[in-house]
């Protein structure tokens, strides 16, 4: 793991990378009352050449760094924590699994260390980065998931910190999360507003692929209007998908009203929740106020999220060149 | 301190006090990633005849059961868990201040453990409470605070967790705290919506004495609309003044304008927060949209503000017969 420890006073210390250890914290440290924390989630990936590339990091330290000044914690070089970065996944680069349905995930973290009640910025703060060798994220694999749509859960609001990857937007979700699995479904479509528009799905962005009332084919996505975490792969896929021009690609809010009615025209080709840990998880179906709308079919083949796996993968497996792939002895 | 810990296989372990101790956290702990975590405000008193006394103990009990189910945490028998608060400042008792001004801050405390990465409910827990004499909570007395009121931030929100005394509520927070305070202000008064509701002042809730526009002396602070905080203060002040009788006492909806019209009118009497940190806190002044709303008179005598706090440190401290005041040794 690596360490880097903070105080107000002397700024940020000297890096350390040492074995994986328990953190000793006092039990007034502020991380454990007033969620003074934040994350990343970035992998390691060992190509079919055996080079180790990470992907897009820099994307990962400039969100980081924005969710810091938010959340109170000190700020930092991001070229030099990525830096750090590949020489950790260097020094356990045997944990980085040779074969292209796993990775390395890393997880850097910051949290606030200290040990007083008053609710005000910490002091003193830590930066550590863990790893984990991991599989492809969802036990099913990329058989589509069912979402629970229940407008009572609201996940984040305007003049909120939806677009922050703070440790706070995650607690209050765990229990909707659970109710989520107790009525059969795997993930949580978080809706917002009285027309229901849709935000996120579970940890991850959500976007729809359908015919418009136009009769165009368009991939939509909710706006970065500060209710959405900006991911990286929501960015890679809206690139990657303009420069094919195949298609309209558009920013825009989507309400369950239009989902629910391009479904049961015919025009909901599919849907997909885009993110770091499975890059894309189509959506099979979504329960919503008694009713379930049908969305993606199983076992389709050709799909657009599928064309988008394998392109982004290819990008990090080492099979396609790009400046997105990232090599740790760069 | 005491700590409980607890397993989903085998529920809450023994209770053990012990000296206050760093506690060990391995660093995927979920606490540190998703702020799966809460915790109460409770103090001990030592009265004008040496007994020690909690202030209605079974409120923090019964609010911290409701954080703990929202929070995808363990719930707790909360009687048992008083007796142990009861045998814990009974070992520290000597750390209960001699006199009238300070107290035994009590702080109860629940974290996710389990040394997992998954979003989901944690399958360990620690329940464990600290404890540390305090003062008088605001620097500057009795004196009033300025607030910032500034709407384009959001504390809570419909389908949130505002009514929660989760870690996420507070996390973030201190940003915009540090904002008031770089502005000459103490404390943040959170707004909500576009007729800007107020809702609550720092960590403690708000209390409005006015004359209303039919001329009655009224007490208004916002209703348990989930956006707000169910203090065990609030409720005492509000209990207090129905049982006098002599003014309304009204939970509902109360805006800037209200307040900002009845400033000018000269119908604003006071303002002042309710918390079991400071008991109450008059308000002085309201920094809203480059605007400075006057409210509390400093050194002004017999006001309600000093009633209530005259009337609850009475029975904290053992001078007033109540019910809500329970001693360690009952």
Known sequence: M??????????WGAPRIMPLQDLR????????????????GMKAFRGVDDEIRLFRPNMNMARMNRTAARSALPTFNGEELVALLKKLVSVDQEWVPHTESSSLYIRPTMIGTEPTLGVVRPAEALLFVILSPVGPYFASGFK??????????????PGGVGMMKMGSNYGPTLEIQRQAEQQGCQ?????????????????????????????????????????????????SLLTLARSWGEFRVTERDITMGEVEQASEEGRLIEMFGAGTAAVVTPVGEIHYQGRVIRVTKEGQKESLAQRF??????????????????????
Chains 1, 2 share one sequence.
Not at 2 to 11: E, H, R
Not at 26 to 37: G, I, Q, R, T
Not at 203 to 218: R, T
């Open 25 to 40: 914290l006092h039990p007034a440290a502020k991380v454990l009352h007033y969620s003074v924390e934040l994350f990343e």
């Open 187 to 235: 993930q949580v479509l978080w809706l917002f507003g009285p027309e229901h528009r849709i935000t996120e799905v579970g940890a991850m962005n959500i976007m729809v692929f359908l015919v418009n009332d136009q009769g165009e084919k368009e991939l939509v996505t909710p706006p970065l209007d500060g209710l959405i975490l900006p991911g990286v792969t929501r960015d």
């Open 309 to 330: 796996y394998n392109t982004i993968t290819g990008i990090q497996y080492g099979k396609v060149k790009s400046d997105w792939a990232v090599s740790i002895d760069s």
């Open 144 to 157: 589509p998931v069912s979402l629970l749509a229940d407008p009572r859960y609201v996940r984040a609001w």
């Open 2 to 11: 690596l360490k880097i420890y903070y105080t107000k006073d002397s700024g």
